[in-house]
Structures are given as structure tokens and as C-alpha cells.
Nanobody
Framework: VQLVQSGGGMVQPGGSLRIACAAS????????MTWVRQAPGKGPEWVSE????????YYADSMKGRFTASRDNAKNTLYLQMNSLKPEDTALYYC???????????WGQGTQVTVSS
């Protein structure tokens, strides 16, 4: 299983970024996927989950209306579009695979998102 992330970077408050997670070595379209973030000095925070078919998405309350998770199963790629970014969104963002038993078993390498003026 490989999850390779790309995108991210630094943006001013109110700006937008998109991060991607390219999956390989497993049947991507059969798995729910998740995004989790970790801010400096804090524990992990769940961001979003998207079902295997891409038809259902779930978000943490603080991200609703600003973040959009999507996936392209033909390209084996997961995306997180982040709009109206705030300084408190600064964190390392990780994509993860969701096991049928709801545990997370594999993670991407992490992508830094920094929101600062």
C-alpha cells in the first residue's frame, strides 16, 4: 500500500489550497478514505471522510462549508480542497485508508499547510 501526497504550501488567510493523495498497490475504489491533520503541539484532529464510491462525505464541524473532499477512482487519487483558510488550519495534513472495521491502517507522508499573513 502506498499513499503519496502532494500540494499544500503557504497561503494567506482567506486563501485556498488543494492537496492530493495518490494511492497505489491496493484497490483504491473499494476503500473509504480519510483526512486527518495535526497542528504544532496538538494531537491529531479528524478532518473528513469520503466513502469508497465518492458519493458521501463527512466533515468535522469546523471544516464544514470550507473544505471539500473528493476522489477520482479512475486515477486512484484523493483530494482535499480547502477554501477560506484560517491561521488555525495550519497543520500537517495526512490522508489515510479506512479499514472495513473502521480502523485506519495506512497513511500518507503528510503535507504541510501554513496559513499566515
Amino acid at each position: 500500500v502506498q499513499l503519496v501526497q502532494s500540494g499544500g504550501g503557504m497561503v494567506q488567510p482567506g486563501g485556498s489550497l488543494r492537496i492530493a493523495c495518490a494511492a497505489s498497490e491496493f484497490p483504491f475504489s473499494s476503500y473509504d478514505m480519510t483526512w486527518v491533520r495535526q497542528a504544532p503541539g496538538k494531537g491529531p484532529e479528524w478532518v473528513s471522510e469520503i466513502k469508497a464510491g465518492g458519493d458521501r462525505t463527512y466533515y468535522a464541524d469546523s471544516m464544514k462549508g470550507r473544505f471539500t473532499a473528493s476522489r477520482d477512482n479512475a486515477k486512484n487519487t484523493l483530494y482535499l480542497q480547502m477554501n477560506s483558510l484560517k491561521p488555525e488550519d495550519t497543520a500537517l495534513y495526512y490522508c489515510g485508508r479506512v479499514q472495513p472495521g473502521r480502523a485506519y491502517d495506512y497513511w500518507g507522508q503528510g503535507t504541510q499547510v501554513t496559513v499566515s499573513s
